[in-house]
């Protein structure tokens, strides 16, 4: 929540947002460079087998993850702290006002729609590469699928600039319309 909430209260400005939300999708772009690796480095030869693999990336995640995440969280401050009020409604409340906000609802359902779709994708993709086309070597087919991952960071990154103009330009509800059919 205070990655993605506050990142948004950090400047008070609308474009200043659209700007900031920019650099950190940026920046997660970035990072998600690793994630189609994480496969081909479980099945590594060095590895008895994949769940060895898997724990030591879990071990490297944690290692670097903990620390960074404390930080975030200790030194992410809301911009409007002093003007937000201590009343209003209770956590339960409020969780059944929002479940109840027909925008809130499409929104959760896109994302699970696109989440759950390039999910499986994957998983297809990723199949087809082990059994298909490298005839159940699953260290190529894992590699395969990195070089893919690795391409489609590389074109959302390049994207960024296009969609943050288009934020800009067309008002992000018709940028964001147009960036999903684009996907």
Not at 12 to 34: E, N
Not at 65 to 94: D, N, Q
Not at 174 to 181: D, F, G, H, S, V
């Amino acid at each position: 929540v205070p990655y993605w909430a506050l990142g948004i209260e950090l400047c008070p400005s609308y474009d200043g947002r659209t700007r900031v939300v920019t650099y950190r999708s940026l920046v997660d772009k970035l990072m998600g460079a690793l994630a189609p690796w994480v496969l081909p480095f479980c099945f590594l030869p060095m590895f008895t087998n994949v769940i060895d693999g898997l724990f030591w990336y879990a071990l490297i995640v944690v290692v670097i993850g903990a620390p960074s995440t404390i930080l975030m969280v200790v030194f992410t401050k809301e911009r409007m702290m002093k003007a937000i009020s201590k009343e209003g409604p209770g956590l339960f409340v409020s969780m059944w006002q929002t479940a109840k906000n027909i925008h809130f609802l499409k929104i959760l359902f896109l994302f699970q729609f696109i989440g759950i779709t390039n999910g499986v994708f994957a998983q297809f993709a990723l199949f087809l590469n082990i059994y298909w086309i490298f005839a159940g070597d699953a260290l190529a087919g894992a590699t395969m699928g990195g070089y893919v991952g690795t391409l489609g960071v590389i074109v959302s990154i390049l994207a960024l600039p296009m969609v943050n103009w288009g934020c800009r330009r067309l008002q992000k509800h018709r940028a964001l319309r147009y960036a999903i059919i684009w996907m």
